[in-house]
C-alpha cells in the first residue's frame, strides 16, 4: 500500500506565508507526477500546482507567482511554498501522486488526507 501525510497547514493572516508537505510511503517503484489540489467550502477539488518527474510544473492562473511546487524525489517529498496568501486562498490542500508499485503495471493515483489552510483578511 501506499500514504500520502501532508503537513504544514494551519491559519494565516493575510500576506502572509505557509510551506505545506507531502511525504509519500510504502510499496512505491517510483512516483511519477505529484500535485496539489484545494477544495474550499461549496466547490469542486481543483488543481493548484503540479510537478512531474523531471522537476516540470504548471500552476492554477490564480496562484502564478505566489505559489512554488517542489519536489525531493529521494525523499518521496513534494511541497507547496505559498506567499502572499489571500483569503481566496483559503480551504483544504490535497496532495496527490501517480505512483508505480514495480517495474511492469499501470501507476496508480493516491491521494493525502487534506490539511487545513485558513486565511484571514
Known amino acids: 500500500q501506499v500514504r500520502l501525510v501532508e503537513s504544514g497547514g494551519g491559519l494565516v493572516q493575510a500576506g502572509g506565508s505557509l510551506r505545506l508537505s507531502c511525504a509519500a510511503s510504502?510499496?512505491?517503484?517510483?512516483?511519477?507526477?505529484m500535485g496539489w489540489y484545494r477544495q474550499a467550502p461549496g466547490k469542486q477539488r481543483e488543481l493548484v500546482a503540479g510537478i512531474t518527474s523531471g522537476g516540470s510544473t504548471n500552476y492554477q492562473d490564480s496562484v502564478k507567482g505566489r505559489f512554488t511546487i517542489s519536489r525531493d524525489n529521494a525523499k518521496n517529498t513534494v511541497y507547496l511554498q505559498m506567499n502572499s496568501l489571500k483569503p481566496e486562498d483559503t480551504a483544504v490542500y490535497y496532495c496527490?501522486?501517480?505512483?508505480?508499485?514495480?517495474?511492469?503495471?499501470?501507476?496508480?493515483?493516491?491521494w493525502g488526507q487534506g490539511t487545513q489552510v485558513t486565511v484571514s483578511s
Open positions: 496527490n501522486a501517480d505512483v508505480k508499485r514495480a517495474a511492469i503495471g499501470a501507476a496508480q493515483t493516491y
Open positions: 510504502g510499496s512505491i517503484f517510483r512516483i511519477n507526477a
